[in-house]
């Protein structure tokens, strides 16, 4: 069965940066799309940002509240999928979870096609790491 393992969380001070780590496991990794997630308190969880694989190797994704700041990375040699956070704001607390979708035969593995946006049904999951982003 995969595996998905969090780690880099933290706190950190509004402003700051913080570069979490998602290890991947039990998997042919370049088959699955590996996204960040995150669930901040009092909020539905979100999709952050998606790194695609197979076909799609290099296409990424990120939501409009990280663009610019966030920037994802997989490394199919390590079976690492990593996640560069920089000028980060209280609002960018909560757990942040990392997910595995496989990559069919229609459909990029991070978006739909046309709409572009997140798949909702990734499958695989970590148990999250958390990040706190004091003012």
């Known amino acids: 069965d995969g595996k998905l393992v969090e780690s880099g969380g933290g706190l950190v001070q509004a402003g700051g940066s913080l570069n979490l780590s998602c290890a991947v496991s039990g998997f042919s990794f370049d088959d699955y799309a590996i996204a960040w997630f995150r669930q901040s308190p009092g909020k539905e969880r979100e999709g952050v940002s998606c790194a695609d694989g197979a076909d799609y190797y290099g296409d990424k994704y990120y939501s409009d509240s990280v663009k610019g700041r966030f920037t994802i990375s997989r490394d199919n040699v390590r079976n690492i999928v990593d996640l560069q956070m920089s000028n980060l704001g209280p609002d960018d607390t909560g757990v942040y979870y990392c997910?595995?979708?496989?990559?069919?035969?229609?459909?990029?593995?991070?978006?739909?096609?046309?709409?572009?946006?997140?798949?909702?049904?990734?499958?695989?999951w970590g148990r999250g790491t958390q990040v706190i982003v004091s003012p």
């Open positions: 997910a595995a979708r496989f990559i069919g035969w229609t459909d990029p593995g991070c978006t739909t096609r046309g709409a572009g946006t997140l798949h909702d049904d990734f499958a695989t």
